[in-house]
C-alpha cells in the first residue's frame, strides 16, 4: 500500500487525522482517534455514546484497535502537527521535536504582570500594541535601578538583542523576595545552548551578588521559572545592601553559549 493510501486508511473519519495515540473501535469496527472520542464522551454519558461513523455502541471501556496503533508507531506515514493553524506534516520522531518550537504554539506574553496566552508567532505584535509604553529595548546589558521602582511592581519589559536573538532580562517581586533571571525569544530547545550571568553591585560599599544559570525559554511561566532554581534571589536586606546614597544599584548581566 502506497503512503497516500495508507495515510487514508489510518485517518481518523472525525477529524481527519492521522491518531497519534490510543484507537478505539465500536461494535461494529469503526475506528475513533482518542482525542475524539473524549469529546464524544465530554457530551453524552457511556450508555448514550453511539458511534459518529454508523451510530454503533462502544464497549465499556471502549475497545482498542492496537492493530492500527502498529501501523502507526511503525510506519513511516507522516503526521500532522498538533498546533492549529499549522500545516507541517513530519515523521512522528520529528514531529515532537518540531512541535516544542512550532511558531504556532502558544506561549506567555514575556512581560511579567501580563503572561496572557498567545501564539508564538504574535509575540511581537503583542508586545508593540499592548505593551508599546512600557517596553524598552536596552543599549547595553547593563541598568542602573532606582530601588523604589523595585517596591510595587515588576520590572518592566526590556528587550535585549544579541546575535540577532532577542533575549528578556527580567525582575519580579514575589512573597517579599526578588528574583532576576533572562528569558529568550525562543523555544526550549534554543534556550538550552544560552546561559547567562549577572552581577548586582553597590560600589559604596563593594557589596555584590553574582549569579550564572540557563537562560529561560519564552514557553514558561513566572512560577515555572522561579521553580527552576535558575535565577538570582535577592531578599529585602539583600535588595536594601545593594543600593548606594542615592537608593540605586547598579545591574550588569550577559548571555552567552
Not at 160 to 186: L, T
Amino acid at each position: 500500500m502506497d503512503a497516500s493510501k495508507l495515510k487514508t486508511y489510518l485517518k481518523c473519519p472525525v477529524c481527519l487525522d492521522i491518531p497519534r495515540s490510543k484507537i478505539f473501535a465500536c461494535s461494529n469496527g469503526h475506528k475513533i482517534c482518542e482525542s475524539c472520542y473524549d469529546k464524544i464522551r465530554t457530551t453524552a454519558n457511556m450508555n448514550a455514546m453511539l458511534c459518529p461513523n454508523g451510530r454503533c455502541k462502544y464497549d465499556n471501556p471502549p475497545r482498542r484497535n492496537r492493530d492500527l496503533e502498529y501501523i502507526v508507531e511503525n510506519s513511516d506515514v507522516k503526521l500532522s502537527c498538533s498546533r492549529p493553524l499549522c500545516q507541517v506534516e513530519m515523521a512522528k520522531d520529528n514531529l515532537l521535536k518540531h512541535e516544542v518550537e512550532c511558531e504556532f504554539r502558544t506561549v506567555p506574553c514575556p512581560h511579567t504582570t501580563c503572561e496572557k496566552e498567545i501564539v508564538f508567532k504574535q509575540v511581537e505584535d503583542h508586545i508593540k500594541r499592548v505593551h508599546q509604553d512600557v517596553c524598552r529595548v536596552l543599549q547595553r546589558p547593563k541598568k542602573r535601578i532606582m530601588n523604589s521602582l523595585l517596591h510595587n511592581c515588576d520590572w518592566k519589559l526590556y528587550v535585549w538583542e544579541q546575535c540577532k536573538v532577542q533575549f528578556y532580562p527580567q525582575i519580579v517581586k514575589r512573597n517579599g523576595d526578588w528574583y532576576f533571571w533572562v528569558k529568550i525569544k525562543e523555544g526550549p530547545i534554543v534556550a538550552s545552548q544560552w546561559k547567562f550571568s549577572v552581577k548586582m553591585e553597590n560600589k559604596d560599599t563593594g557589596y555584590r551578588m553574582e549569579f550564572s544559570g540557563s537562560v529561560h525559554p519564552v514557553d514558561l511561566k513566572v512560577d515555572q521559572q522561579m521553580e527552576t532554581g535558575d535565577c538570582l534571589r535577592m531578599s529585602s536586606k539583600n535588595v536594601e545592601k545593594l543600593q548606594d546614597v542615592k537608593e540605586c544599584f547598579k545591574i550588569e548581566f550577559k548571555v552567552f553559549k
